[in-house]
């Protein structure tokens, strides 16, 4: 049951077909679970313990959000502590080289920081677990000495012995147990245990008077989600989390809009271990859909759905010009829509499109660039849009049904010009797609359609009405059915497989939103996210446009280097208010910011998405994260577009909303031709400044912008074409 579990044909009489497959099968690997530098594998009784405690993380959240309800408190802080426990040891503090000994001697420095951790942390669980077993709690009113010498000094010195360790302890081979992390697991069920066992007395003393345990609980609480969170997310959301904390202590020394009277450390970092904060809206989505659809995920990948997926793609256009990157920008909105994180895709699909790019002509740097800007874009793709549909839903109160409608044209629009931006580069160069002998046969694959099933199924759920946990449940069972029309038959081995690796899957994204959920707690509390608003009000001077501008800007901000999931949840926090409060729509306003976190994945100089596709291509990563900006420039447009033109998201009768997509669309291929040199031929730099200017003339989606963006762009083909010359247009000034 470990995460090696083989990829094999469930029975002997699925040989031949198995052969058959492997014949088409281009794709072949592409599924495979991704192991990164930091990421331990176990194997043998370890693999087996692990497997199922990841089984178990699954299933539990499968089982309460389809059978059996839990109190809300209980289940979050139930998903969060399982989710770091797993965390830390799954996931080391450093990465393992590749080459090492192994050092099976605990050194003296270990023992030194180890055997006090160990013990304050246990006596710490002892405790908590000793007054759950008598009901002598630490009631709201109880003497601040109460089990302070017993689980608030121990738990928080523990904790902060434990992480130094794991920090200094010498990296061992990647299939055994490191003891500091068993100690940093221990420490995050002690801390969910005591959270749980109080939550009663917290929801009320929290935000007035807490216990002093309440607060050395929750600082440990934090520390833990902040050092996972460095380890599968980098320092970037660490750093600005770091900074919102010091914002609510320094406040009160601040200037204008950020000042504030400051608070007690009590009440701070209990106020921020509630539902007001880490355990509000953003773990609300990763205790729900977004485990949901990483286990949805995980059904596809099991059942070598996505596979096909790719597959389909390299039938259908692997043979046009320039094929790879047409199917990189097909294969990796599939996948991206639905696995969550823009650079986990570009890793997945971009192992298999990067080189088949380099092989048909296109530069290193080109091809990771083209991959990281489709791999991003599958996050604005519905029905799923890696889970930022569902976290709009919540944060808006909007109908999820709306908002993946609303996001149909603006998706197109964006693949559209990516897909243009290819084509045109594939011109230039001269290029040709892959032999047709290389690649799967169209008419064998087509045949199999029926593996879509799964998302159509998805799809007509959520649209017949059923809620979106109720409808994921049924695109997994459809997953699992549809895989016994092939030769990789999801028995209950495979089900359990798939229950394990969407526990590691979902393992980055429990500990971002925990991480965003202190940022939007300190907003919550220190209420700089009105006064921010106010501030954004006054600057722009009551201009929408302006405002929006500051928007962009933020939300890019804000957005580099974390994931998608965080990056939207603060951004939506801090900007959202004021652009609503200038009379813009909110779900426009959340589109807008919404697109833009998105995007921050490709955006110099911390483009996370283009970094990871650098190091397949090995290219030079600022400048594939120019290029990748470049390719996917369309984004950067299309929120100004829907901002003008509100039928591009669906909000008018259905021919405004057709004229809105088609002159959209029109201006996004002006713009491709622009940035590409090619319209119909080479066009030089004033002609491509030109038809820039005719695209960007598009954006306000009027009769009269239309016109001049289709008057400009006839008027570049008369030139090109040599039909209009500045001999007759002089002669026609006579």
């Known amino acids: 049951m470990s995460s090696q579990a083989p990829q094999e044909a469930t029975t002997a009489d699925s040989g031949n077909d198995l052969e058959d497959f492997e014949k088409d099968n281009i794709a072949s690997g592409v599924d495979a679970e991704v192991v990164v530098s930091n990421q331990r594998v176990f194997t043998g009784k370890h693999g087996l313990v692990f497997a199922t405690a990841c089984i178990l993380f699954t299933a539990f959240h499968i089982g309460v959000m389809n059978l059996y309800p839990l109190e809300t408190w209980v289940y979050r802080l139930t998903h969060v502590a399982s989710g770091l426990a797993l965390g830390f040891i799954f996931f080391s503090a450093r990465a393992f080289p590749s080459e090492f000994g192994d050092k099976k001697s605990v050194t003296p420095l270990e023992w030194l920081l180890l055997l006090p951790a160990a013990v304050l942390i246990f006596t710490a669980l002892g405790q908590i677990v000793f007054a759950i077993a008598t009901g002598d709690l630490v009631q709201t009113g109880a003497p601040k000495e109460k089990m302070l010498m017993t689980f608030g000094y121990p738990i928080i010195i523990g904790t902060t012995l434990a992480v130094l360790a794991s920090w200094t302890s010498p990296l061992r081979t990647r299939g055994r147990v490191a003891l500091p992390d068993v100690l940093l697991a221990v420490a995050a069920i002690t801390v969910g245990v005591y959270i749980i066992s109080h939550a009663d007395f917290l929801r009320i003393r929290a935000q007035v008077f807490p216990h002093v345990n309440d607060m050395y609980a929750s600082i440990a609480g934090i520390l833990l989600i902040l050092e996972l969170t460095r380890r599968l997310a980098g320092l970037s959301l660490v750093i600005i989390v770091g900074i919102f904390i010091a914002y609510g202590f320094v406040g009160p020394w601040l200037p204008g809009v950020l000042e504030h009277r400051g608070y007690a450390p009590e009440r701070f970092f209990a106020f921020i271990y509630t539902d007001n904060g880490i355990l509000g809206p953003t773990t609300a989505i990763s205790s729900t859909y977004i485990v949901l659809f990483i286990t949805f995920a995980a059904f596809l990948q099991a059942s070598r759905v996505g596979e096909y997926f790719v597959n389909f793609a390299f039938a259908a256009a692997g043979g046009a010009r320039g094929g790879p990157a047409k199917v990189a920008v097909f294969s990796s909105a599939l996948m991206g829509t639905i696995n969550g994180t823009s650079a986990g895709n570009v890793v997945s699909t971009g192992s298999l499109t990067i080189p088949l790019m380099k092989k048909v002509g296109y530069r290193p740097q080109t091809s990771a660039s083209i991959e990281a800007a489709a791999s991003s874009g599958g996050q604005i793709l519905p029905p799923i849009m890696g889970a930022g549909a569902f976290i709009m839903a919540e944060i ?339």
């Not at 243009?420 to 290029?431: I, P, Q, S, T």
């Not at 038959?489 to 526990?503: D, H, Q, T, V």
């Not at 990748?628 to 003008?644: D, E, H, N, R, T």
């Open 396 to 734: 808006t109160g909007i109908p999820y049904t709306d908002i993946v409608i609303a996001a149909i044209i603006p998706a197109a629009l964006y693949f559209l010009s990516v897909y243009f931006m290819v084509d045109k580069e594939a011109l230039k160069k001269g290029m040709r797609g892959l032999p047709r002998n290389e690649l799967p046969e169209f008419s064998k694959l087509a045949r199999q359609a029926f593996l879509f099933i799964p998302i159509v199924t998805l799809m007509v759920a959520l649209f017949l009405g059923y809620s979106v946990i109720r409808a994921g449940t049924l695109a997994m069972m459809a997953a699992a059915v549809v895989s016994w029309l092939t030769p990789f038959r999801m028995g209950p081995k495979k089900i359990l497989y798939a229950f394990e690796i969407a526990a590691r899957m979902s393992l980055q994204l429990v500990a971002v939103c925990a991480a965003a959920g202190v940022i939007v707690g300190v907003i919550a509390l220190t209420g700089i996210g009105t006064r921010f608003s106010s501030m954004l009000l006054g600057l722009a001077g009551h201009s929408q446009l302006i405002a929006l501008f500051f928007a962009m800007c933020v939300s890019i901000i804000l957005g580099m280097g974390m994931p998608t999931t965080a990056a939207y949840a603060v951004a939506a926090s801090v900007i959202a208010p004021g652009l609503i409060g200038l009379g813009i729509d909110p779900l426009t306003a959340h589109f807008f910011i919404f697109y833009y976190a998105v995007m921050s994945a490709i955006t110099p100089p911390v483009a996370l998405a283009a970094y990871a596709g650098a190091a397949i291509a090995q290219s030079d990563p600022m400048k594939t994260s120019v290029e990748s900006f470049k390719i996917g420039l369309a984004a950067f447009v299309v929120p100004f577009m829907f901002f003008y033109s509100a039928p591009l998201l669906m909000q008018g009768a259905w021919h405004q909303n057709l004229h809105a997509f088609v002159t959209a669309a029109f201006g996004i291929y002006l713009l491709s031709s622009g940035i590409q040199g090619w319209f119909f031929g080479i066009v030089g730099t004033v002609l491509r400044s030109v038809l820039i200017v005719a695209a960007l003339s598009m954006i306000a989606g009027g009769l009269v912008s239309d016109g001049i963006g289709l008057i400009v762009a006839t008027a570049v083909f008369l030139i090109q074409r040599k039909l209009v010359t500045p001999k007759n247009v002089a002669r026609g000034l006579d």
